[in-house]
């Protein structure tokens, strides 16, 4: 055996070592097959490692740190949210559950949603696999060895099978996150319009099929929203108006949008109207922005100013970023905005 052959095998045992066995199905002799060809062509060690790791983790659908749940990773010592920069890390956190997201269409993933300390929100998810324990809204916990993970920049956690989890009496409550944009209304999202929610107490989830994910079937309470996207012909923002201010920048109101409906025996006619409303028209609006970009509005108004591009531009703009993101499909685009 030549010393390539031995320093492949010696790599691949290394790696066999550190990967969850349960989470990506290989062979030592798997991994020095592609150690050795990394190897034949001198890439570094290091970056053969890398490449092997995360070819094999998207391969299986999961996250490196995921893959690699009997590595080191890190020291998993406790850290407030707003250090959390690197991915690829076990680490601890104390943290308040601010939202469990209930649109959740991958069944990869058992849970997931927004927690948070008094640094800052972050997004976690829970792996089926890893079989923990399901969080609850608004309680407060110590998460032991969360993995870290980047996606476009934006760092999220995940809770996997060297994860420990205790619940803690103490709540946390990040500082805002407050935002101001003007630009152009060039897209409407599908969900805006009349919407029912669910009538339970502290639950306010948007029901689909008239069932609420947590509580099943229920009669929901009629409500108006908007997700939309305004353009200032540099960069796009993803933004959501509650039903006070949806009434105020269409002029229809609730009790209008359910005649309109009723009439129509159709609740899309209001999103539909609200569509010929909006878009084309320039607005400032501020608020918190959510870990999915999307600005939660809490003041909104038309403006008068004029962009440089026209119009049809920026919708063209909008579309074409929207196939852009599509063309990435990952759990952040298959799970809808978060409601406020």
Known sequence: MSNEDNKA???????????????????????????????????????????????????AGVEISEAMGNASGGS???????????????????????????????????????????????????????????LTEGLSYRLKNVATNEYKGRMSVSLNSRTEIE??????????????????????????GLIRRCPKED????LQGGECPEHGEVDGVFDLRVRGVLDNGYETQSINLGCELTEEL????????KSMAQDALDTDVVGDEMEKVLIGNYYTVSGWENERDFL?????????E??????????????????DETEEETFDEEVAEAEN
């Open 296 to 304: 939660m509005v809490q003041e909104a108004s038309e403006s008068t």
């Open 9 to 59: 095998q010696e790599l691949a045992e290394k790696l066999y070592e550190d990967i969850d066995e349960d989470v990506l199905n290989v062979t030592v002799d798997e991994l020095t097959e592609r150690f050795e060809s990394y190897i034949e062509y001198d890439v570094h060690p290091d970056s053969a490692r890398q490449t092997i790791v995360r070819n094999l983790a998207s391969s």
């Open 203 to 206: 639950c306010n989830r948007v």
């Open 167 to 192: 619940m803690i009496d103490e709540e946390f409550e990040a500082p805002d996150n407050n935002k101001e944009f003007t630009g152009t209304m060039v897209k409407i999202h599908d969900g805006s």
């Open 76 to 134: 998993g010592e406790l850290v407030n949210v707003e250090d959390i920069t690197e991915p690829d890390e076990f680490v601890t956190i104390e943290v308040t559950v601010s939202q469990i997201w209930d649109d959740n269409n991958s069944d990869k993933i058992s849970q997931a949603g927004v927690v948070e300390d008094n640094t800052g929100r972050i997004k976690f998810i829970s792996w089926a696999k890893s079989e923990v324990e399901l």
């Open 250 to 257: 269409t002029q229809i109101n609730l009790e209008e949008a």
């Open 306 to 323: 004029v962009g440089e591009n026209s119009i049809s531009e920026l919708i063209t703009r909008a579309d074409a970023l929207e196939v």
